[in-house]
């Protein structure tokens, strides 16, 4: 058995070649819940998604989030209403009394459905009404995962890091912002003056995560801060991952981030923005998958290879240079 964290894009382009080195029915996934929001009373687990949606079969390729070929009607009348009544638009985050009424795991991540800043399809929406719908019946965040992974037909199982809210805040010189706000609605440009995992200090990984990280553990190319930090902040999981066999693909090439802006989090939390930096970030981790263009020395194994992924057959090459750095460790 194999446990891999996942947030983002990284770890799922990984594991859409991996199921001949790392089968689906010997595999588990433990992933991201710190970018998840409420919108217009709706719990939306971006990260859970797209692992649910790829190993469902029915993950837009192009974008890595969402469903492929899905219609937004809805959406787009939302976006009709909102300019026909003349309503401000930009994220409305709502107040600080709102994010701590009502269910807890939405905490500090409420935000207005008027004229929604993220772009939901209608069949996606249908996943997010059904999820709030057993939260609401009593359900626990992990409880509504496998009800959903049941209905796409998964073999892998897909947990989410905890079932208590931790909400990734960015911290700009006009005041904090949710993680979503910084990145899709203000395409990740206000200055970052650090990042809080806000109700970190209080969650707990679910026993069912527990069991899982006494696997052998994989992180994918993902934002060490947002994807990976939210989880590391959870109580249990780094002490977890402290007492199992690692191994990381890094997102860098020496000081080149393949995507998104884990360069400039990075640097903001204190961390050279490099796969030194990476290196840094994961004391934990007991060897590293780098790109073969990537020269930085590190003081554990490493495996290099190809690390680019944009085919079945690259991410295929890659869970093989994963699957080789585990036999050094394990």
């Not at 399809?121 to 995962?145: F, I, K, N, S």
């Not at 199982?157 to 006009?174: G, R």
């Not at 991952?241 to 802006?261: I, K, M, N, Y």
């Amino acid at each position: 058995m194999t446990t891999f964290l996942s947030g983002g894009t990284g770890t799922p382009k990984l594991l859409a070649g991996a199921d001949g080195v790392f089968p689906p029915g010997e595999t588990t996934v433990v992933a991201n819940t710190g970018d998840d929001v409420e919108l217009g009373g709706l719990l939306v687990c971006p990260d859970l998604d797209t692992v649910l949606y790829l190993e469902g079969d029915v993950l837009d390729r192009e974008t890595w989030w969402g469903i492929g070929d899905d219609t937004a009607q809805t959406h787009e009348e939302l976006h009709r209403l909102a300019g026909a009544a003349d309503l401000a638009g930009g994220p409305r985050y709502l107040g600080a009394e709102a994010q701590t009424a009502g269910r807890p795991i939405a905490r500090w991540r409420r935000f207005s459905g008027v004229a929604e800043f993220m772009h939901i399809g209608d069949r996606d929406r249908a996943v997010h009404v059904t999820r709030t719908g057993l939260l609401d019946e009593g359900y626990t965040l992990t409880g509504a995962t496998r009800v959903l992974a049941t209905a796409f037909g998964l073999d892998r199982d897909v947990l989410p890091m905890s079932d208590d809210p931790v909400a990734t805040l960015v911290h700009t010189p006009a005041g904090p912002v949710h993680f979503q706000e910084f990145w899709v609605a203000r395409d990740g440009e206000p200055t970052v003056e650090d990042v809080e995992f806000r109700g970190g200090e209080d969650a707990t990984a679910t026993d069912a995560v527990l069991r899982a990280l006494r696997e052998p553990v994989v992180i994918g190319p993902s934002n060490p801060v947002t994807s990976l930090g939210p989880m590391l902040a959870v109580d249990g999981i780094r002490r977890a991952l402290a007492e199992t066999p690692v191994v990381a693909v890094s997102p860098f090439v020496e000081d080149r981030v393949f995507s998104g802006p884990a360069a400039k989090l990075m640097a903001a939390v204190g961390y050279e923005p490099s796969t030194a930096g990476v290196a840094e970030a994961y004391p934990f981790t007991d060897a590293f998958v780098l790109d073969s263009a990537d020269d930085t020395a590190l003081d554990r194994p490493v495996v290099r290879t190809d690390t680019g992924m944009e085919t079945a057959e690259d991410s295929a090459r890659v869970a093989r240079a994963v699957a080789e750095a585990l036999e050094v460790v394990s």
